[in-house]
């Protein structure tokens, strides 16, 4: 069987061979969860102190309509290769959000979520550094967008990475990848999970 490979992120895969049937549905992407309260003044001013600012807003509303839209049936194809089903969820805890998974293999996913029940944007992730969020670790700005990886616990031996990218300074966008089982420990999920956030930046500001 043609193996589906990560093809539109060059030497980054989050698939490898699915040439057997697996069981489905046992991957699912780090916790994105950015809506608990911060520790300072839901008032004080936005972005906070140390937290980068979000020069050229984008208005993510009509995704966060329909959120399974961020990324493009050929781009999905391109990440995870054929048949794989989107999962919208317009009322997760978190936000909007879309989860794709190929039926064929057990650990690859995407996930695009939304974080609007907390409208402080990157403030809120850097304000629970070390406490919340044990795994905190800032990433290049995507084309001026700024992004971190985190979460709840470092699940990146594991194969499973989320980023958080600002599109304004008070809403993020999180993308989290789950890499296949045979690209765990060999390709690194954060650097995965920042080129996928790069192609939904892409979709965001053309559409």
């Known amino acids: 069987m043609k193996r589906a490979l990560l093809l539109g992120l060059g030497a980054t895969m989050l698939l490898a061979t699915a040439c057997t049937t697996t069981e489905t549905g046992t991957a699912s992407p780090s916790s994105t969860d950015s809506s608990a309260s911060p520790s300072s003044d839901q008032n004080s001013q936005l972005p906070g ?52 998974h190929p039926v064929s293999v057990t650990q690859a996913a995407v996930s695009v979520i939304y974080a609007t029940k907390n409208r ?23 084309d001026g967008y700024p992004t971190v990886a985190y979460g709840q616990a470092d699940l990146r031996a594991a194969g499973t990475c989320a980023i958080a990218m600002g599109t304004s300074d008070e809403d993020v966008v999180d993308v989290s990848v789950a890499l296949s089982e045979g690209n765990v420990g060999k390709k690194d999920p954060c650097a995965a999970a920042h080129e996928v956030a790069a192609t939904v930046l892409n979709n965001l500001r053309a559409r």
């Open 120 to 142: 402080r944007g990157l403030t809120s992730i850097y304000q629970q550094k070390d406490t919340k969020f044990p795994l905190f670790v800032p990433m290049e700005p995507i």
């Open 49 to 100: 102190t140390g937290v980068p600012e979000v020069a050229s807003p984008i208005d993510t509303a009509k995704f966060q309509q329909k959120p399974c839209t961020t990324l493009t049936d050929a781009q999905i194809a391109e990440l995870l290769g054929p048949d794989v089903a989107p999962k919208e969820d317009p009322t997760d805890v978190a936000g909007p959000s879309c989860f794709w």
